[in-house]
Antibody
Framework: QVQLQESGPGLVKPSETLSLTCAVS?????????WGWIRQPPGKGLEWIGS???????YYNPSLKSRITISVDTSKDQFSLKLTSVTAADTAIYYC????????????????WGQGILVTVSS | QSVLTQPPSVSGAPGQRVTISCTGS?????????VHWYQQLPGAAPKLLIY???NRPSGVPDRFSGSKSGTSASLAITGLQAEDEADYYC???????????FGGGTKLTVL
């Protein structure tokens, strides 16, 4: 059974860097899947942040691209998100998920999700 | 403002049929990209409900079905049950962002 678990600080100060890790079990990070991050501000909808393949190939949401870095550590079965220069607008539940991504034909959907972690940006 | 447009809310009585629409544009649904649907129960993470317009993952009841036409897609739920009360999100791929885009979500209330 595929399981994902987010971890990291629940509180980050404005202008600092948000860092989260997603531990994966039940599915190899080196399999033919991408791995992604999605966020959901309280009471609002979902936003794709970015995704990564085990080779290190990444795709980022253009609206966040200048501030995000997604990396993968296959030896630890985990991948990570860093979001710099955070503001209150970055307060959200952050989900990691397994992503079916393919370019030809185009496939892009999340089939397994972590439970999510609430990150609050506040001084 | 989400890239895909959904009604904020829909409702129906137990046993009834409801539909949720999802409207996109020529850079996503209208470009021929498939649509996926997620169910988010209160306090839980989203769960894949429909993928590739019409397919149900294992374990999803056949009361849930999806369709797509032109720049829009729809999720239909028949035989409405109390446990279907949740938020529903559509999602597709967008040629401008080169990634996923979501609808704003629709809250389903079972009366």
């Amino acid at each position: 059974q595929v399981q994902l678990q987010e971890s990291g600080p629940g509180l980050v100060k404005p202008s600092e860097t948000l860092s989260l890790t997603c531990a994966v079990s039940g599915s190899s990070l080196t399999s033919a899947y991408y791995w992604g991050w999605i966020r959901q501000p309280p009471g609002k909808g979902l936003e794709w942040i970015g995704s990564i393949y085990h080779s290190g190939s990444t795709y980022y949401n253009p609206s966040l691209k200048s501030r995000i870095t997604i990396s993968v550590d296959t030896s630890k079965d985990q991948f990570s998100l860093k979001l710099t220069s955070v503001t209150a607008a970055d307060t959200a539940i952050y989900y990691c998920a397994r992503l079916r991504q393919q370019l030809v034909p185009v496939l892009f959907y999340f089939d397994y999700w972590g439970q999510g972690i609430l990150v609050t940006v506040s001084s | 403002q989400s890239v895909l447009t959904q009604p904020p809310s829909v409702s129906g009585a137990p046993g009834q049929r409801v539909t949720i629409s999802c409207t996109g544009s020529n850079s996503n649904i209208g470009a021929g990209h498939v649509v996926h649907w997620y169910q988010q129960l209160p306090g839980a993470a989203p769960k894949l409900l429909i993928y590739d317009n019409t397919n149900r993952p294992s374990g999803v009841p056949d009361r849930f079905s999806g369709s797509k036409s032109g720049t829009s897609a729809s999720l239909a739920i028949t035989g409405l049950q109390a446990e279907d009360e949740a938020d529903y999100y559509c999602q597709s791929y967008d040629d401008r962002t080169l990634g996923g885009v979501f609808g704003g979500g629709t809250k389903l209330t079972v009366l």
